[in-house]
Each structure stands twice: as structure tokens, then as C-alpha cells.
């Protein structure tokens, strides 16, 4: 039985692998569309900064993440771009899922899982989220 952190993380990997193209493509969308749901409940700046904290957290595993202040997530997104384009798609879609998975872990401390559990199901969808701890069918 999968721990509640692998089926989160099989949860992001499952998004980046949901539509066809880059998982760079892949990683902004997500981030756009949870951007979308949560600045609803916390605001923009609440989802800026949650994400420059998921951001530095991460750099301490993925160096080469550009580090930048709190800013509008458009501008952050355009950075993360550009890094993530630099790596291969094995290091970008870690980076990604890292990063994600300790903004997840934040909002959870925040607002509780079920609350985090509900915008992830209108952010990224039921096929993803409901399908988070079973095995791919490739």
C-alpha cells in the first residue's frame, strides 16, 4: 500500500504525463490551473508566496532552479520555464514534482486535506486525482 506522500507524488506525475507535449508545457499548466482554484481562497499573493517558498525548498535539491522574491506568479512562471527547458525531461518533471508536492504539503498545513484534496480535484481534474494511487496504464 502506497503512503499518502507516493500517492501524491503519482498524482503530480500523472498530471505531467495526462496531455500530450513537454513536461515543461506540462508543469506550467499545472501550476496555472492550481494557481487558478487556490488565489480564489488565498488570494494571489498568498499563492506567490507559497510558491517561492515551494521554490526555495526545492533548490535545495535542484540547484539549478532560479531563485527570485515573491513575485506575480506570470513572471515566476516565466522563470520556472526557462530553467525546466534547460534540463532533460527526467530532471525537469523531478524538479516539478518536488516542487509541487512541498506546495501541497504547505497548503495542507494551512487549510487541511480535504480542503487541498478538493481544489486539486477542480484544478487538475478526477481522472488524475482519483486515479493518484493506482499504477499507470501504459
Known amino acids: 500500500m ?5 500517492q501524491r507524488q503519482r498524482l503530480i506525475q500523472r498530471a505531467l504525463r495526462r496531455d500530450p507535449g513537454t513536461v ?15 488565489s480564489q481562497i488565498i488570494g494571489e499573493r498568498g499563492v506567490e508566496s507559497m510558491y517561492a517558498r515551494s521554490l526555495h525548498q ?8 532560479s531563485p527570485h522574491p515573491p513575485q506575480a506568479l506570470k513572471d515566476a512562471m516565466t522563470a520556472l ?18 516542487m509541487l508536492l512541498h506546495f501541497i504539503n504547505t497548503l495542507i498545513l494551512l487549510i487541511g486535506e480535504l ?7 477542480k484544478a487538475w481534474g478526477d481522472d488524475v486525482v ?5 499504477e499507470p496504464n501504459e
Open 2 to 6: 502506497a503512503t499518502v506522500h507516493e
Open 115 to 121: 480542503l487541498t484534496n478538493s481544489i486539486l480535484f
Open 58 to 65: 526545492s533548490q535545495k535539491q535542484f540547484s539549478w532552479l
Open 81 to 98: 520555464r526557462v530553467s525546466l527547458q534547460e534540463q532533460e525531461d527526467t530532471v525537469a518533471s523531478a524538479a516539478s514534482t518536488a
Open 24 to 38: 515543461v508545457d506540462g508543469s506550467i499548466r499545472l501550476w496555472e490551473q492550481l494557481s487558478t482554484e487556490l
Open 130 to 134: 482519483n486515479n493518484a494511487g493506482t
